[in-house]
């Protein structure tokens, strides 16, 4: 399956984040885009994932006739989709109706001790709520695997655990990342937006 962006333009009001931006994303490869805040990043991987419509452009999910997206696995930039007054497990666990708590526990656990996965997350380090996001995003199966400023705040130490942890789970899944500072990313082929 590959997913390909052509001549995607996109606005907001008056300022144009993207002019006729082109991407192809093929099964089993990594790609990681860089450049400078507000370059348009976050509006490539949410065009990509069908989360923001572009002003004009096309998108090609070949092989997907059935379905208008795709499922995405999303680590959101600065923890956008979890509930700050909610404890790591509850939010693990709202990402879907079957997940199990026993589960949510034993993936957490390889992250952050047993003792601080009841408290609100808004308590957490900022590098513990980044696990709890990675941990929340691949809880589930999804097609491809997405990720903003994933290693956000991360030493080298934290950082490969992370990683090694999302490579392991990703498996041959397509998987786009989005990065300033592309540091240790050398699992995916680096698309410079500068
Ligand atoms: N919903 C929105 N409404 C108005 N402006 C927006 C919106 N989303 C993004 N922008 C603006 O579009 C530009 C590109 O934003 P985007 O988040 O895609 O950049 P980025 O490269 O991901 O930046 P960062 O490195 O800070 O994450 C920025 O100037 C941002 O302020």
Known sequence: MTIILENICKSYGDLQVLDNYNLTVEWGRAYCLTGPE???KTTILKVFMGLEK????????????????LQSAYVSQADANLVMKKNAIWNVKKVHRW???????????????????????SELTPV????????RALF???DFIVLDEPFEGMNEAER??????ILEIRGT?????????PEGVDFAKIINLE
């Open 160 to 165: 490969e655990k992370a990683k090694a942890y």
């Open 140 to 142: 589930v199966p999804a």
């Open 173 to 181: 899944r397509p998987l786009l990342m989005a990065t300033r500072k």
């Open 128 to 135: 513990e709520r980044r696990f709890v996001e990675i941990v």
């Open 54 to 69: 572009p002003d004009s452009g096309q998108i090609h999910r070949m092989g997907d006739y059935k379905y208008p997206t």
């Open 38 to 40: 507000g370059c348009g």
């Open 99 to 121: 997940a199990s708590k026993g589960r949510a526990i034993e993936e957490l656990s390889k992250f952050i001790p047993v003792e601080r996965q009841t408290i609100p997350v």
